[in-house]
Structures are given as structure tokens and as C-alpha cells.
């Protein structure tokens, strides 16, 4: 499932390729990933420029002329192609936005569990609403998780999945931020200290950083919007590697099942 470096890596690619673009059309393939009326969503995109991309959470948010957004959710196999005009439909085409520039985008979906939907008042958006804090926000700090956590018994592991309090993070990166700060993913959110919220917050912000520099992790269907792979996947040090050495001390990778995920740890590095 793409998390904030994926969806970063894509908004990135889209920003530098769709900004003064016009939407010529828009052909709605599989109806169902259209949150509300498919022939409305056409109606309303067809037609307008295309303004900015930016990403809130795991969303993509397209801005379009006359404050009109298209607001994207790519879950798990959900992507982004951008190919010429020429190319013909593939299988897991879902919806395609032919651009005036002899290009079409292509939103492509193999398990179509991603959706997009219109929308003219972001500050109305439940999704967008109901965001936590960006991990690169300034108003991130120790003392804000600490009073959100405040309440929280779950494992650290969940909370940090918790979108409404950080907004962005995924099964893999939470397991890589964990082994970076040297935290065992089990303990419980409001048992941390200032000090270790403070450690979470600086891996997570490294970590993140990296996976953004190396355009995301491809270990599943995550592609970029030319289809190459990220390359972070050969940078993981505990996720999806249960039973190989800890670079740091050789203990063997532990995979536990949190809330029904898989949590890659280094049990004598995670304390
Ligand atoms: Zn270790």
C-alpha cells in the first residue's frame, strides 16, 4: 500500500508534468472508484485546467480551475500513468484523463479498492478533515504526541498507523521508524517518554526523508507515474526481513502480527 514517500514520489511527478494542462475528457472505465455519481465526476472535470497537486495525508488532492478538486485515494494498488495517447487500454485501466497535449493519464487500479471523487470545499472533505499532523509539520513536536497519546493504550506500532494522529504512515515505514529509534514496537503509546516521542519524531522525519530521495519502496504494485520502480526496498533494515541478521547487532528480525499486521522488529536493538 502506497504511504506518504509513494504518494509523495507520485504527486511530485504530476506536479512537474500537469500544472496549465486542459482535461479534454475523461472516460470513467470501472464506474465503482468514483465516490458518488461517475457521470457528474465527468461532467465536472471535463473541460478544466489543471492547477496544482499536492498530497494531505496519503491523498492526492488535484486542483483544477474554478476551485474544483479531484480528490484520490490510492489504497492499496491504486497508480498514476501518464503515457501518450496512442497507447491503448490495459486490463486494470480504470478511469482516463485525455489531456491536450497528446498525453492521458491513467489511473490504474488491479484490486480497485482506490477511489477518486470531486469535491469544492476541501475544509468539507470527511477524509481531509479528519487528518492528523503532516509528519513534516511544525506543530509535531514531543509534547503534541505525548498529549495524544495521552489516552492511548494501544501499541505504538498501531498509533503510528492511526491517521488521525499522524497522517501518512503505513506498515512499512512504521516498522523501519521503530527500528531507527530503537523502540519496541509493542509498548504502549502512553508509556513513552518526551525523550522517545522525540526519537520517533527525528527517524521518522530521516527515514521518510530517504524513502523520498529514493522515490518510494516497490516490494508489490507500487509504481512510479513512468511505471519504474521506487528503490527504497534496498534500504529496509527490519521490514519483510523476518529470520535475517540485524545489521546492527545480527540478532535474528522478529515478525509479530499487531492488529492484524505484520510489525518487523530486532528484539535485543528494540527495547
Ligand atoms: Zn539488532
Known amino acids: 500500500m502506497p504511504e506518504l514517500p509513494e504518494v509523495q514520489t507520485i504527486v511530485n511527478e504530476l506536479q512537474t508534468n500537469l500544472p496549465g494542462r486542459k482535461i479534454s475528457s475523461c472516460r470513467i472505465i470501472r464506474e465503482s472508484i468514483v465516490h458518488g455519481d461517475h457521470n457528474r465526476f465527468q461532467k465536472i472535470v471535463e473541460k478544466k485546467t489543471i492547477i496544482k497537486i499536492d498530497r494531505l495525508g496519503k491523498y492526492i488532492v488535484i486542483h483544477l480551475s474554478t476551485d474544483v478538486w479531484i480528490i484520490v ?21 480504470r478511469a482516463v484523463f485525455q489531456l491536450d497535449n497528446r498525453l492521458k493519464l491513467i489511473f490504474s487500479d488491479v484490486r480497485c479498492f482506490g477511489t477518486l471523487e470531486v469535491c469544492d470545499d476541501l475544509g468539507k472533505h470527511k477524509g481531509l478533515r479528519q487528518l492528523g499532523l503532516d509528519p513534516w509539520s511544525k506543530k509535531l513536536t514531543a509534547g503534541i504526541l505525548k498529549l495524544k497519546f495521552d489516552a492511548r493504550k494501544i501499541p505504538i506500532k498501531t498509533a503510528l498507523l492511526d491517521q488521525k494522529i499522524i497522517a501518512g504512515l503505513g506498515n512499512i515505514y512504521a ?28 527517524s521518522m522525519r530521516k527515514i ?34 523476518a529470520d535475517q541478521k540485524c545489521l546492527n547487532c545480527s540478532s535474528k528480525i522478529e515478525k509479530i502480527v499487531q492488529n492484524q499486521r505484520s510489525t518487523f522488529l530486532c528484539p535485543l536493538c528494540q527495547k
Open 73 to 93: 485515494h490510492l489504497r492499496m494498488t491504486g497508480k498514476f500513468v501518464l503515457q501518450p495517447d496512442s497507447r491503448s487500454t490495459h486490463k486494470h485501466d
Open 175 to 202: 516498522s523501519e521508524i521503530l527500528f531507527d529509534a530503537g523502540i519496541n514496537p509493542m509498548i504502549p503509546a502512553n508509556k513513552l517518554s518526551k525523550g522517545k516521542l522525540s526519537a520517533i519524531i527525528q
Open 208 to 241: 521518510l526523508s530517504l524513502a523520498l530521495k529514493y522515490n518510494g519502496t516497490s516490494i508489490s504494485d507500487y509504481r512510479r507515474v513512468d511505471e519504474k520502480q521506487g528503490m527504497f526496498q534496498n534500504f529496509l533494515k527490519v521490514y519483510g526481513k
